[in-house]
């Protein structure tokens, strides 16, 4: 019998991937029913793609998810005449805008190919996918000189190709049968399909993601019959979506900030009543501990799953079957401490920067390079000096951007909240320099 189920649950109730566009993933959607509504009101009644702006781990990606499924549930239930319908998986840009476009009709061409049935039972025009699933869905081909027909028109694939690469997808044919699909499936007002762009900060600066958002601006994001959402931390979404070109095309970001600690409890214990599958099942963290590793964690919702996650597996099942719920608790809150006390040991720093992260957290976790006034640094100089020894540690995440000193770009990381707590609970000697 396997782990979770010798607990009573059915598989892993800490599992961190984002939830599912299903009515499983809108029952595991909890304190997030105001961002909920209004992410759906600016996919069906707005006509600009939405931005959502907010920390790294906070639920973004599962937000967007559960929303393209509540769209759904609302023409089924004939609340809307509007269809919409989620591409299979969040795409994350590239640094390589032909690259990232390919791989965008690739993701449309497959929600249509996963959809079929759906799109005819609600009586919109349905492609004819056979040949475009074979060709999809062909091996490999690779070899100088190779020459396959492609059924989108507009001639073969030659060359070193593969039949379901982006080389494969880069001819004008198959964009132009793309488009028609959409057009055809999703008359303007209709619905359309909702696509993810995550992680816009992996950009680092606002120039680069300017840059690659305004070349797919016409090939991706003036596609009829798409939605396109677009998340983004450190502020770079924020950034973006104000400039000349983007504006009118993408909307004022919507901010999500971590769920509010009320509605913790609530969150987890669904979680366990999900995954259950008897009614004496024996949750590894219960809710009191997972309120707690989510107030180490400064509210990161992914790194508390995390965490709750490793604990779990870093015991035996006869662990938890045989110990009492307070003894486990008591178990969580050594272990994590360990966790906080390894990190802080491998750290090696002088006392400013030190202070610079403790200084930092009790600002919230994030700031710019324009604040470090606030940090009693001299000029932006000597403070980045400190923070790129704070990232060499991987206890901040950074990104100079020189455009927009006042973008929120360097962000305490989870082994950086978690350092803090070492240093701030009294868990770790105080660094001294000699000793």
Known sequence: MSFWRELGFGSNPYVVKPLPSSADGRELLVGRDVELRALLRRIEEGDTHVVLEGPN????????????????????????????????EALQIKEDASEFISECYFAIARAFLENEEILRRADRKVPKTRDVKAWLEAPLLKGRGLSISSPFGGGGVTGSAA???????????????????????????????????????????????????????????????????????????????????????????????????????????TRLRHYSVRDASKAPVSSSSFEHVYVVTHKNLRDSLRHAQSFSQDNESEFFLTKS????????????EGQAIMHESSVKMQPRTWKLLADLAEFGGTCSPSDYEQFNFNDRAHMRKNVVELERYGLVNSSKDDEDQRRRSIEITSKGW??????????????????
């Not at 909702?194 to 680069?208: C, F, P, R, Y």
């Not at 719920?325 to 994590?336: G, N, P, R, Y």
């Not at 978690?418 to 000793?435: D, E, K, N, W, Y």
């Open 325 to 336: 719920e307070s003894e486990i608790d008591l178990a969580f809150t050594v272990w994590l």
């Open 57 to 88: 781990g906070v639920g973004k990606t599962s937000l967007v998810a559960v929303a393209a499924w509540v769209a759904g549930e609302r023409f089924r239930e004939r609340k809307t005449s509007q269809l919409f319908l989620p591409l299979p």
């Open 163 to 269: 039949a379901n690469g982006s080389t494969g997808f880069s001819n004008a044919g198959f964009r132009a049968t793309i488009r028609s699909w959409l057009r055809e499936a999703f008359p303007e007002g209709t619905g359309g399909l909702i696509g993810v762009i995550d992680n816009l900060e992996l950009l680092e600066t606002s120039a680069t993601a300017r840059r690659l958002l305004e070349e797919i601006r016409d090939p991706i994001l003036q596609l009829g019959g798409m939605r396109w959402v677009l998340c983004g931390a450190r502020g770079i979404a924020r950034s973006v979506a104000a400039t000349p070109r983007l504006n009118g095309v993408l909307s004022d970001p919507i901010e999500i900030t971590p769920v509010a600690d009320e509605y913790i409890p609530r969150l987890i214990e």
């Open 418 to 435: 978690l350092v803090h707590f070492a240093r701030s609970q009294g868990l770790a000697a105080p660094t001294i320099p000699g000793i």
